[in-house]
């Protein structure tokens, strides 16, 4: 960053009136409006309420807005789709104030208003021609004279001796002085929606680009990298996850083609291959709360346990946990990550179909659970099913899984199936849809919860019941069935359905 210095006032070069107008070149410059308003004054139709007010007549912009105007990137790098970082230098007249190096700390804490709030630039720069003394950058958009100071900071500028004179300096700002929002917005085309947020995985920054982003995704990736201190690699997903495994296709932007990478969620350490496997930092909330519903001693049955973002938290819990996942390198993966968290001693860890998990492993371990000594057992049972595109399809392997007669029904599994909806009612969508599936209605024994926003229009929801005996156990049918299911406590969601 480069500043070049000149005491306060306007050259003919630096500010040209004609007709009370100013040029284009100079609009960008809020000091411009300290000389022109002398002239304003004197012109018909301009009503100035007092000295104080006298800049009333500068047009009131947002401060997004204006930051947009001054602090933007050069209009030329419009279309760039390789990177240019030499091409964003641009010159900003920024009004300064000189006090002694001494009294800085102690002024700077009066001047909050008045300085400049602007990330990447220093609000204290040394003086060029004088040593013994310090510039405090001011916002431009609220200081332009000795009038624009508050009566309280004209006083402790009075007591510490300050000269309220304001002066300006030319300001360079170079590619590190914009935010990659900046960047992307001044080089995408105008109007089209500017890509600023992604998942972070460990060193990964995952994107999904748009149709109109894809000329400029290489630019984009570097950007993200160059902004994001930790970030040496970028991905955009190229395919939906809609393949037996839940991974997707990829392709490397930006950076290093490493996808082996170690992530930090809820206190537990994952380490995985990014390009192999399904892994969602946007559902860390989601691990937490159902992490949270567990009592120590009762048992989970993840089905589509992925890595382990429900498994090892809840055996944490000293929890019995059953983890199951198709996916070979999934499977790999989280017994790696049990070890990495040592769980590995309480977690059962499986490679298979999810019905085949549901009726073999889970099946054995609830008739043992279910059995004659169930009445003795005070720890409930839940079923994880992570897998919104499908898992509700995987539902009818609950119906007439299980022997012989059923025990209370307070001791019936309790199922956390999760799901995409992108009905207008999405909650009564879920229950509907899963109710079929089961042949049942749930619309009066299961709770839903809103887990997030997947898209526009499209919702990932998770419904809550407990398996009613005459799904469950064969030969049992829902109107000759005895035990009534006690209801699931309805969850409260932040979107009322």
Not at 188 to 216: C, K
Not at 484 to 497: A, G, L
Request: proline share 6%; net charge positive.
């Amino acid at each position: 960053m480069r500043i070049l210095w000149r005491p306060f006032g306007f050259s003919r070069r630096l500010l040209k009136v004609e007709s009370c107008r100013i040029t284009e070149a100079e609009s960008l410059s809020p000091l411009a409006w300290a000389s022109l308003i002398q002239k304003l004054s004197r012109t018909p139709g301009i009503f100035l309420l007092d000295q104080r007010k006298r800049f009333s007549t500068m047009p009131e912009i947002e401060t997004n807005q204006r930051d947009s105007e001054l602090f933007s990137p050069p209009s030329d790098v419009r279309g760039m789709t390789e990177l240019d970082r030499t091409a964003f230098k641009k010159t900003v007249t920024i009004p300064v104030l000189k006090v002694r190096k001494e009294i800085v700390n102690k002024l700077m804490r009066s001047l909050k208003r008045a300085a400049l709030q602007r990330p990447g630039i220093k609000r204290v720069i040394e003086d060029p021609e004088d040593e013994e003394s310090r510039l405090i950058m001011l916002d431009p958009y609220k200081m332009f004279t000795d009038d624009s100071f508050e009566k309280g900071e004209l006083s402790i500028l009075k007591q510490l001796n300050v000269n309220p004179q304001i002066s300006k300096y030319n300001l360079e700002l170079t590619y590190e002085n914009f935010k990659s929002e900046e960047i992307l917005k001044a080089v995408l085309p105008e109007g089209q929606d500017v890509t600023s947020g992604f998942s972070r995985v460990g060193h990964i920054a995952h994107l999904n680009l748009r149709d109109h982003q894809l000329p400029y995704k290489h630019l984009i990736g570097q950007v993200m990298i160059d902004k994001n201190p930790g970030i040496t690699s970028v991905v955009n997903k190229i395919n939906n996850i809609d393949n037996t495994y839940r991974n997707f296709q990829m392709e490397v932007l930006s950076g290093e083609e490493n996808m082996m990478t170690k992530v930090r969620e809820n206190n537990y350490t994952y380490e995985f291959d990014f390009s192999k496997v399904y892994w969602n930092p946007r559902l860390s909330t989601e691990h937490s709360r159902i992490t949270e519903l567990l009592k120590p001693g009762d048992v989970l049955f993840d089905v589509f346990a992925g890595v382990g973002p429900f498994a090892i938290p809840v055996a944490k819990k000293n929890c019995t946990v059953f983890a199951n996942d198709l996916n070979p390198e999934s499977h790999k993966w989280l017994l790696h990550n049990c070890k990495l968290n040592k769980v590995d001693q309480k977690v059962k860890v499986f490679n298979l179909d999810g019905k085949d998990f549901l009726q073999g492993p889970v099946r054995e371990e609830l008739m043992q659970q279910l059995g004659p000594l169930s009445k003795e057992r005070k720890h409930a049972v839940h079923i994880v099913m992570n897998l919104p595109a499908k898992a509700i399809e995987f539902l009818s392997a609950f119906k007439s899984l299980l022997d012989g007669q059923p025990c209370g029904s307070e001791l019936f599994p309790i199922v956390h199936c999760y799901s995409f909806s992108k009905d207008a009612n999405p909650a009564k969508d879920v229950q509907q849809r899963a109710g079929t599936v089961l042949g049942i209605s749930l619309e009066a024994c299961s709770s839903v919860h809103l887990v997030r926003n997947v898209a526009p229009n499209k919702e990932m929801l998770c419904i809550t019941f407990r398996i009613p005996a005459a799904i469950l156990y064969k030969n049992q049918t829902l109107n000759g069935d005895n035990h009534e299911d006690p209801p699931i406590k309805r969850q409260r969601t932040d979107k009322d359905f």
